[in-house]
């Protein structure tokens, strides 16, 4: 496994090592011990699997409030997603900012986002199956979520008129947003 290096301070993309021959490939999908050996000890207590039947789906941006705040693996297992993580820790020097990155069953990346981040992606195409794990249980009473298209934020994201959820189109703006994250308190 190798980090790919960022400016978002906690934030890491994640190269896993990928063995190829003629049957395919084999690859970890998440190890205790090497997150440990890269700084990381997580406690991941829940898996989750969303399935996107169309491109264009857009889900997010989804975050828990603390005490039931949750840090997050996310990776594709099939297709591909635009996937951004906005950092919402004040104090943080990426406050704010939208981190980019296509995810997909052919790069096999996988994203570590900590606690304090919004998370959004989009399906660039059909079929494409989401997986991450948490570490906290769903907790509906502590949902929170940011504009998918704010002004604000660069999303820039490659679709106009995405799949949206109703839930999705009622999320306030990041400026109209208090924040209860505090870089550092991960």
């Not at 190829?20 to 890269?38: I, N, P, Q, V």
């Not at 207590?45 to 409030?65: E, Y």
């Not at 304090?116 to 979520?145: N, S």
């Not at 994201?157 to 999705?168: G, N, Q, R, T, Y």
């Amino acid at each position: 496994m190798r980090v790919v290096p960022n400016e978002f301070p906690g934030l890491l993309l994640i190269e896993p090592r990928v063995f190829r021959d003629a049957r395919g490939f084999f690859l970890e999908t998440w190890s205790r011990e090497a997150f440990r050996a890269a700084g990381l000890d997580v406690d991941f207590v829940q898996d989750n699997h969303g399935h996107s039947g169309v491109a264009g789906v857009l889900r997010g941006f989804h975050f828990q409030r603390p005490p039931k705040a949750q840090a997050k693996l996310v990776w594709v297992a099939r297709g591909a997603v635009l996937d951004l993580a906005l950092d919402l820790r004040r104090g943080s020097p990426t406050y704010g900012r939208v981190f980019r990155q296509e995810l997909s069953s052919r790069n096999h990346l996988r994203l570590f986002l900590p606690r304090g981040f919004a998370h959004a992606y989009l399906t660039l195409e059909p079929g494409t199956d989401f997986c991450y794990k948490v570490d906290a249980p769903y907790a509906p009473e502590t949902e929170g979520g940011i504009l998918w298209n704010d002004p604000d934020l660069d999303c820039r994201w490659p679709v106009a008129e995405p799949v949206l959820s109703d839930k999705d189109l009622l999320h306030g703006r990041l400026r109209d947003f208090e924040t209860p994250f505090v870089f550092g308190q991960e």
